[in-house]
């Protein structure tokens, strides 16, 4: 595999459910992403790591639950989401967590919460 | 603020002609503005990219125009086919809750070429 990949591409899960969202880099970047896209905001910004460490939360709720254990691997960990929460989860990727450099985003995981 | 308006967002062209796309950012210490591209069904991928030393740059049939001095920046296709029918997305730096720099991206401009 190269590139941004992520699993699973699709996931459909209930409001009470747990479930994890994997994303792996091979392009030896040391900063990672979690975007949501949806029909009312297309490319919204959850959550940066620069170096495994968290440089940015814009505002998430807490039933969305990142992890970096290395500059390698993304994991957003949902519980008890709700309906609003169905969208396109996209990870990202870039050689550091500066804007001037580019981001190479995955194919992205469809989640529809029932 | 980290607003960064994109317009229109939707923009249908006959193929041939030249297709534009604007957004304004509020940031006046942003100094990086790329472009992407997500075809239907497809990730985002970089497409161009400007930094503020340079009023404008080209790649073929796209380029890209900044005014500082304004605060916004465009996006030109010429020649248009129907493989640049996509979404077209604007981005520019804005300060992030950790006191950061973070990368804001415009709403997205639905870009629909006509045979």
């Known amino acids: 595999e190269t590139g941004v990949t992520q699993t699973p591409r699709h996931l459909v899960m209930g409001m009470t459910n747990k479930k994890s969202l994997k994303c792996e880099q091979h392009l030896g970047h040391n900063a990672m992403y979690w975007y949501k896209q949806s029909a009312k905001k297309p490319l919204e910004l959850m959550f940066v790591y620069n170096f495994k460490e968290q440089t940015e939360n814009n505002s998430v709720p807490s039933r969305f639950s990142p992890e970096c254990p290395n500059s390698s691997h993304l994991f957003l960990h949902l519980h008890t989401l709700q309906p609003e929460d169905s969208a396109l989860y996209l990870c990202?990727?870039?050689?550091?967590?500066?804007?001037?450099?580019?981001?190479?985003f995955g194919p992205g995981t469809r989640l529809t919460v029932t | 603020g980290e607003n960064v308006e994109q317009h229109p967002s939707t923009l249908s062209v006959q193929e041939g002609d030249s297709a534009v796309i604007k957004c304004t950012y509020s940031d006046s210490a942003s100094n990086y503005f790329p472009w992407y591209k997500q075809e239907l069904g497809k990730r985002p991928q970089l497409i161009i990219d400007?930094?503020?030393?340079?009023g404008e740059k080209k790649d073929q049939r796209i380029a890209v125009t900044l005014n500082k001095t304004a605060k916004h920046f465009s996006l030109h296709i010429t020649e248009t086919q129907p493989e640049d029918s996509a979404v077209y997305f604007c981005a520019a730096p804005t300060l992030s809750n950790f006191g950061n720099e973070k990368l804001t991206f415009g709403t997205g401009t639905r870009l629909t070429i006509i045979p």
């Open positions: 990202a990727s870039s050689q550091a967590g500066s804007p001037e450099y580019e981001q190479y």
């Open positions: 400007i930094r503020s030393n340079v």
